[in-house]
């Protein structure tokens, strides 16, 4: 699984680098170990762990804390165990595999591995090879039919359906798209559960993307708040002129 952006939408793949990922992997066991012993040392490495990149990785070597949401083991045929892993950005799958057979006593290896999740985007929904996208441009431009495209190609707004929303009044987008923090009064809905510090979507009313931006409140207290700045713009998505300007120039 490996979200490929175009034009406009490469403003958002930073996003999907820094969101979860679910792999399934492959681990060779180096002995024979008891399927109990195996289960239970597995379920120890759910949480948060300390993590060392390995030799060969693209990042310093430091120690760091990575969150393992779940590890799944679905089958075992020794020496390989089958995984399903659900995991923070920045995990290094073959580093786990290796440091879960340091605590078995055994030693172990990663024989194969397979990115099935990246943020909003699923294995078994939303990924097409090249062969099916090649296909369906041939389709577009012989039959003029648009279909096949489609479903390969998706909006940009699919990119950031993880994100916790913001739905902005009218009024408030074209100031977005000239750089404005978004202020409290300028909110026409909001989605619960956004903490201080969360990166947020913003969308207008029709559900168009217009910028990516950190919230500087709480839900419940932009909800309670009159006025205020509640989200800082980080990225404008929507190019200027889309919605009419509701602001005087400077004379």
Known sequence: MLPIALGSATKVIGLLMLSNKEYVA??????????????????????????????????????????????????????????????????????????????????????ELRRVKTGPFKEDETLITLHQLSEALYVYRELKDDSLLRKAILPIEYAVSHLPKVAVLDGAVEALTHGADLAVPGIAMIHEGIRKGDTVA??????????????????????????????????????????????????
């Open 202 to 251: 913003i969308f207008t009313l029709k559900g168009e993307l217009v910028a990516i931006g950190q919230a500087l409140m709480h839900s419940e207290q932009i909800i309670e708040a009159n006025r205020g700045i509640a989200v800082k713009v980080k990225r404008v998505i929507m190019p200027r002129g889309v919605y009419p300007r509701y602001w005087k120039k400077k004379k």
């Open 26 to 111: 492959i681990m060779q066991l180096h002995k024979p170990v008891e399927e109990r012993k195996l289960r239970e040392v597995v379920s120890e490495f759910i949480g948060r762990i300390y993590q060392k990149p390995p030799v060969r990785s693209s990042v310093k070597r430091v120690l760091r804390i990575k969150e393992i949401y779940n590890i799944e083991v679905l089958e075992i045929d020794y020496p390989y165990v089958l995984m399903r892993i659900s995991c923070q950005h920045g995990t290094y799958v073959r580093k786990l595999i290796h440091d879960i057979g340091d605590v078995l006593g055994v030693g172990a290896h990663m024989r």
